[in-house]
């Protein structure tokens, strides 16, 4: 059996603790239905009287916290009072709305800049503060929700980047439990309480992975962390992954009846789909994020889309997943920002997400966080133009910039595109820059054949031949990279001797369609044709 492994620390408060572990930065990231804030997400919608308000619920928790707590504790929410009450937060907050930023995006916007100008600082002292603020702003972004910050268990040992102030003042320690933090000060506010409640802490272990619930020791004596066999150090530097197309996975292998290879991955709109994921899947080749992030709430919440990713691609283990960027506006509104100019334009996808980058900007920090824990992919929906692509490529490059300033584990994964608007169809030589493509027949067969998408138009059937023959031409230009489908031709059997003939090797379609898929698959030979004896 494997010895514990010992990690070196820096000790910011002694003493010795043992707990199952939590970990901090893997929230269970319920579904939309059984989250709490699903009913109420339209509670984050208001302007500047609604972010007057959070404010003012935030205070009350603060002050709530303060009833009883001793003179150090005090002072510490007093600073983050103190800082609620500061009129030019709020004056930047609101010239930000005037900009025509949603009331949330304004104030995370505001707030990471505070945070940013601390965590740039020389003093320790100062750098340390950042984690008050990012505490203030995680509070009245919860306020504005609907959702108040939850607890851990007592007697757990903390293990996170950092721990926010509140939430050391929040949790009940006569249990037990220790702290240790990737990162952390010693100068820090929570360092400071460690040490006045005889909280054994660590920190600066460096990022490793153990398994939440596993028992952790945290050595504030000697400043170590001694976790279970099977716990690792997670490398700082992570080499970029291949295209999630790339490569047949380790799953069952499906080949059509003259022996050529075929993926066959599936779609899910929530994480809890992949719960029983057959072996013989190849992965997830597409996830909707706009069915999890349903409200503006959820989309202004890194932390919150973070836990969604985390879970289905842990859940899909070394299986490829490619996630789809929010595809929001025109008919699928985001509960909050339906009064933006940009919604009410019609804007919708990528165009939609470069109009307002506040909203893409906190997906694609979620996404490259997320991507250190799978072989993650990202998709882009209803790509247009080729530098729609280069645009949001650098979006990400940008973000992932600020992620290693802030010394955040990431990894930039391959970003290809939904083919879905006959424009895109007919040109895919001109995207270069795109990793991988997948054909969304859905809109692709709207825009075509200038039908319903509701399935309302009887004559939209009439334009699959059209269809056929447009993805069998932008097949042959896709210059070799990967290229799948993923909309609803795929799960229907009666359109795969088409697919098969146009050049497809590679089909994800709803979970129940798979048994049905898989069984015509095997039937057919790679042209389409069917098998001798079928």
């Not at 600082?121 to 609907?146: F, H, P, S």
């Not at 490569?247 to 809890?272: C, F, H, K, W, Y």
């Not at 497809?504 to 001798?532: E, K, Y």
Request: aromatic share 4%; glycine share 10%; net charge negative.
């Amino acid at each position: 059996m494997a010895e514990p492994l010992r990690l070196k620390a820096k000790s910011a408060s002694p003493g010795i603790a043992s707990g199952p572990a939590f970990l901090a930065e893997e929230p269970k990231a319920p579904s939309a239905a059984e989250r709490p804030d699903a009913a109420p997400a339209s509670r984050a919608v208001g302007g500047y009287g609604a972010l007057e308000k959070a404010i003012d619920i935030s205070i009350g928790e603060l002050e709530h916290l303060a009833d009883g707590a001793d003179a150090e504790s005090r002072d510490i929410i007093d600073f983050q009072i103190e800082v609620l009450r500061d009129p030019s937060i709020a004056e930047a907050t609101g010239a930000r709305m005037e900009a025509d930023e949603n009331v949330v995006f304004a104030w995370v916007a505001t707030l990471d800049a505070y945070i940013g100008e601390l965590e740039a600082a020389d003093e320790e002292q100062m750098r340390a503060r950042a984690v008050d603020i990012l505490d203030i702003k995680n509070r009245v972004l919860g306020a504005l929700a609907g959702t108040p910050i939850a607890d851990f268990p007592p007697g757990s040992v903390f293990i996170g980047k950092d721990m926010e102030p509140s939430r050391f003042l929040a949790h009940d320690w006569s249990k037990g439990g220790g702290i240790a933090l990737f990162a952390g000060s010693t100068a820090g506010h929570v360092a400071l309480l460690a040490r006045a409640k005889s909280v054994p802490m660590v920190i600066g272990t460096g990022r490793f992975s153990a398994a939440d619930g596993d028992l952790v020791s945290v050595d504030g004596n000697a400043g170590a962390v001694i976790l279970q066999a099977g716990s690792m150090l997670i490398p700082p530097l992570v080499p970029a992954q291949e295209p999630a197309g790339d490569t047949q996975t380790t799953g069952g292998e499906l080949r059509t009846a003259d022996g050529v290879p075929i993926l066959l991955s599936i779609n899910i709109n929530d994480p809890a789909e992949i719960e029983a994921l057959d072996p013989a899947t190849a992965g997830i080749g597409l996830m909707r994020s706009e069915f999890s992030i349903t409200s503006v709430a959820d989309a202004a919440n890194e932390e919150r889309q973070l836990a969604i990713y985390r879970r289905v691609l842990e859940q899909a283990g070394d299986r490829p997943v490619t996630i789809r960027m929010l595809d929001i506006g025109g008919d699928k509104p985001l509960a909050g920002l339906e009064d933006l100019p940009a919604l009410a334009s019609g804007l919708r996808g990528i165009r939609l997400l470069l109009a307002r980058p506040e909203i893409a900007r906190v997906q694609a920090r979620a996404l490259l966080r997320a991507a250190v824990f799978g072989r993650l992919s990202v998709m882009l929906p209803m790509v247009t133009f080729p530098d729609e692509i280069d645009r949001m490529r650098e979006l990400f490059r940008e973000e992932a910039e600020k992620l290693g300033r802030r010394a955040l584990l990431h990894r930039m994964p391959p970003i290809g595109m939904m083919v879905e608007v006959p424009a895109a169809a007919l040109m895919l030589d001109t995207f270069a820059s795109a990793a991988f493509f997948s054909f969304g027949t859905n809109d692709l067969t709207q825009y075509l054949a200038a039908s319903a998408r509701d399935g309302s138009d009887a004559d939209a059937g009439k334009a699959t031949p059209a269809v056929l023959r447009l993805i069998a031409q932008a097949v042959k230009l896709t210059a070799g990279k990967p290229v799948s489908i993923c909309g609803d031709m795929a799960g229907d059997p009666s359109y795969l001797p088409g697919l098969l003939a146009a050049g497809l090797r590679h089909f994800s379609v709803a979970p129940a369609r798979r048994p049905a898929i898989r069984s015509a698959i095997i039937g057919l030979n790679a042209d389409g044709t069917r098998a001798a004896g079928e």
